[in-house]
């Protein structure tokens, strides 16, 4: 098409959209800090609603605050008015979108939330329309332009809707002292999963452990670094305590006079890199490169005491990479 550059439209859209965020953050008062303590005490559940694309907006926030630890679920406006209505119950809260706050298919739930008198928070750009009347608490998101302002089709409007959707659930997963331990239950799967597992999640046990003690020989610790094929040996003290490692490069440095020699004398004292068993295994993937020397295995340690052993193959197998 003569004159058109795909470019420019997409800086434009960005730029309306991005603006419209502005005004939206600039105008955020008590009424969101009202909103995030109301959601916070529901007894019951967060039930989103709302029609078109404020109800596909709805879903998506619903799906949000579910996984960050409210129990939020989603209704369609249009199927709480033939049953669904039931699905709601006198401990919820529930957050009706709705750009104009006219939709009539929110007449019911509006009405439904006043006669058992279920919290009722809007977001709207109209606190003056049937919604933001009816509503205990009005998010008001501010009236910009739409992207396609001549077709005015739901496009910053939306945006802002999802944005502040987004704003409610890490305010509420940071007045919870969510964790991201506690966020590892709600994805177990995928990449996202596999950074938040622990390393106790991945690590290999006591039977699987390369340990000696300072007297060993040097003899019969190469035959336990041998038999469990970590590259590594630790040495542990009488308390049980892990007291230093033995790799190749000491193996190295000791090569004249290796089997004359116990493994605490040859061992390096430390070592300087273990990890807990309740670490994230994406924190022990960066404790393996940073700080320098890199390593490819860590000790576990629990109160000192070795409890397991993790491999970089085990954070590649598991997908943390």
Do not use: C
């Not at 706050?101 to 329309?129: M, N, Q």
């Not at 542990?236 to 290796?258: K, W, Y």
């Amino acid at each position: 098409m003569s004159g058109f550059d795909a470019i420019t439209v997409g800086r434009r859209v960005l730029a309306a959209e991005a603006e419209g965020l502005g005004l939206l953050a600039a105008g955020l008062d008590e009424s969101f800090a009202r909103a995030v303590e109301t959601l916070f005490d529901a007894k019951g559940r967060i039930v989103l609603t709302g029609i078109g694309k404020s109800g596909h907006v709805a879903r998506k926030i619903a799906a949000t605050l579910a996984s960050t630890g409210s129990v939020a679920m989603f209704v369609h406006a249009t199927e709480a008015s033939h049953g669904d209505l039931g699905m709601i119950g006198a401990d919820d809260v529930i957050l009706a979108l709705s750009k104009t706050g006219e939709t009539r298919e929110l007449a019911d739930v509006i009405a439904y939330a006043t006669r058992f008198k279920i919290p009722l928070i809007a977001i709207t750009v109209a606190p003056g329309s049937a919604l933001g009347r009816a509503a205990d608490i009005v998010l008001a998101i501010p009236d910009a332009p739409e992207a396609a302002d001549e077709l005015n089709a739901p496009t910053t409007s939306t945006t802002l809707q999802l944005a502040l959707g987004d704003a409610l659930a890490v305010a509420l997963l940071e007045r919870r002292g969510f964790r991201p331990q506690d966020f590892r239950v709600f994805h177990p799967g995928g990449k996202l999963g596999a950074m938040l597992r622990t390393v106790g999640d991945l690590m290999h046990g006591a039977n699987e452990l390369p340990l000696v003690t300072l007297e060993t020989p040097m003899k019969d610790a190469l035959l336990v670094m041998t038999e469990k094929r970590w590259g590594i040996v630790g040495v542990t003290g009488r308390d049980g305590q892990l007291t230093g490692a033995i790799t190749d490069g000491d193996l190295r440095r000791h090569i004249e006079g290796l089997m004359s020699h116990t493994a605490g004398e040859v061992m390096t004292a430390g070592p300087k890199k273990t990890v807990p068993p309740g670490m994230l295994a994406s924190e022990a993937l960066a404790l393996m490169s940073d700080p320098p020397p890199a390593v490819t295995v860590l000790f576990v340690v629990d109160a000192a005491r070795p409890v397991g052993i993790l491999h970089i193959h085990d954070l590649l197998r598991a997908g943390v990479m």
